[in-house]
């Protein structure tokens, strides 16, 4: 079977006045169809450049990054528009809903967009949300709702045109942990039944534990890698919690 | 002693860091203050034009004796106080907008330990600097405008451009700087004023606020649509048929409903049309149609006033800078047959008092006035009233004060007589006949029309016919006013009969001299008539060219005011909006959308919130300006057309830079 997404020797450097710096560095690895992959790191690892990159919001500046065989390196501008909106799902840390849409219409919106029929719109969405449990808030602004029901109203908005990936940004990074326990249930509804492909960029370990394969990132390469595999929740999240113990523990060389 | 030496230096470095950090914050909103700058020389350019007129006149070669256009720049000058004020207030107004948007800002600035009284002073230089290099770029500007302006003098008072030399009014920078220095001192004190009501959280908090976006009520919003429509249609209704009888009143109170209608119309338009968008789902679900949709309802309440706004300035816009030149080109209408002598004298006794003064004649050659000093072709003349026949006779129309005014009439004598100083051929009248005529254009239709049917004239116990042909083209006296009720020609012995009304005397130069008009004006000012009065060919024409230039030109003045002011309302509020957006765009990038069709999105934005209230703009002005120029009789089409197409040309190229600087900088802000 061929990878959903195929990133190989992926660099991305940032001049400054004589300074180079390279965020990612000679990053390779890919992600099968239905997998749920977490992307951790401290900040300044590389990890958001390395998502920007992916979700075609950035350019890299040498490697490749296939998603479902085609090279997204080399598309243009308007090209890679009709990529974003036909092949990736987008969840953002501030949720990135438009605050003058109800949840249905931000909803819609992402299927307009698709050039999906005003007919079939109504049904996808009735449909997504009675799998997101969101169809008490569908008529609410964004305003009227609380941060984790905004954020699952955003994961309904990225699987409702089914993407062949999901991107997820710090998805949990500003929420409670009740709302982010709930969130990551959806997450793994998705997964689970939906078949969705997610890759999380995250630097929380609870939130982390829910992927079933973690890339540590550090100074812009792949560091470590944990599979979960048959372990339960809790020994993952240990696991997880050592990697990253270990990784701090690199810092106090400074000291 | 070293204390103070310290706090010295650190008081003169915290001086440098000011100054570099104004200069910068200028330098870096340069491109989000180009509208506020635009404006700003586009006013001081304004002002400085029209305000060097006294100059231009100079510079043209004009003598102006009797002040004429002395008058008509001091009235601009007047004038410019007003244009002055309302280009304050939107100075105020985009200011504070900017101000606002600066809020966070400022709490970075106040949270580092910046005092009150430094930010004020950090404020005050990047007001400073934006006002000298405004003033600056619009005294450049307006010496070039105001060349060109003074041709466009030379053309309106009709004089040749000989004497033309390139001119710098120095008065008139004077004036701007002063105005404009004490305009930007309020626009501190309101900006001081402004940063001492926010709170440092209220700063740091700023644009982190929740929109409520809502939808207006739409069954409020239907009703007011409907009452809307009433107001402005009646507003039309009074302006058309009741302007028959009092115009100013009916303009003034048609008005009036048109703006309240107006802003009623906005304020319920797009609630109800994006209801309409809503409710069609194959259309609301099409592309990004939803965020367009959404983009109008989340700004209902606070938009619906400020397009109104705009609308209503537009509207006076419109109609100042079209009515303005219309008037002047009126007031102009038939200058060829306003001064047929060299000067004419007359003189009003008071009612029945025509007999004290004895002769005219002979009492002006007592106060010292001797016409034989200056000519001896002339003719003096008395004019006839008959109570009963008045203006509506010619007219047709009774009923209107001006049919009410008695018509002059003139013995067929002394009309020939006076014909003669213009070697025209006498006017033949049989016993028992009258002829009319009739000066200046706008008679013309209503005497063609009275040729029709004539009627006939009764004069005390003789009953006259009008004679074949006997409508005649001719000036009888020179006059500062080209509007007239007709003349009637009666026979001599009839016209004696009745009581004699004013004493003209009619007369052409036949001495040779190098300033015959000035001697004549001295002359006659030394000899203190009172109650006589002269139009020498120089001061009628001065006259009314003097009344043609103050009338165009305060339209236009006024007219581009109101024209700047709204275009930079509007786009100040677009680019502000555009930067409130820059997240949503951000989202739709994200999900897909293709910069084209965010850029068709925001073109569909502008043009709704720029052609709203043109299209409002256009209709009222169209209907205030055809209401209006129906008293302007007797002016070409071509005239009225050429009036027309400039001031639409004005307007819609200032209101089209204001939409293209928008639409290019909000496509900046958004990065599209």
Redesign the interface.
Known sequence: MNPVLKVENLQKFYKTKGAVTKAVNHISFEVEQGEYIGIMGASGSGKTTLLNCISTIDKATAGQILIQGQNITALSENKLARFRREQLGFIFQDFNLLDTLTGRDNIALALAINGVKPGQISRLIEQVADDLEIKAILDKYPYEMSGGQQQRVACARAIVTKPSLILADEPTGALDSKSAGMLMESLSILNERKKATILMVTHDAFTASHCKRILFIKDGQIFNELVRGEKSRKKFFDEIMQVISFLGGDNNYAF | MLSNRKRFESQSSLHGFFRKLSSKNVKKSAKDYFIYFFTLMLSVCLFYSFNSISTQFASLGLEDPLSYLAFSSTVLTVFSVLVCIIMGALVVYANRFLLRRRKREMGIYAVLGLERKDLNRLLMRETLQIGVLSLLAGIGLGIFAAQLLSLATARLIGISLTNYHFMISGKAIVLSVLFFGILFLFVHMFNVKELKKMSLLEMLHAGKK?????EGKRGFSVLLGIISVLFILGGYGLVFVMSEKDTFKALAVGGLLVIIGTVCFLRSALTISTGLMKRN???????????TT??F??RLKTEGSSLAMTAVLLFLSFSLTILGPGLGKFVMNGIENATPYDGTIFYAPMAGNTEAGGDPLEYLSQSGFRINEFSDEYADFWTYESPEITAGFLSGKEGREAEKVPLTIIGLEDYNRILALQNLPPVQLAEGEYAVSYAFPAMKEILKVFQQEPRPLKLGDSTLTMADDGIFHHGWENTNILAEQGTLIVPQHLAESLTPQRWFMNFNFTREGDDLNLELHNRWVDAGLNGYVMWSREEALVSLSSDNLLVTYLGIYLGITFLITSGAVLALRQLSQSSDNI??Y???????????DMRRSLRKQLRVYFGLPLVLAVLHSAVTVFAVFRYFEGLHLAVIASVIGFGALVILSVYGVYFIATYLGSRRILEL
């Open positions: 929740n929109e409520t976006a809502g789902k194959r259309r609301y679900y099409r592309g990004i149609h939803i965020f959404s983009q309802t989340s997240e949503r951000g989202i739709l990038k994200k999900l897909g959308v293709s910069k084209r």
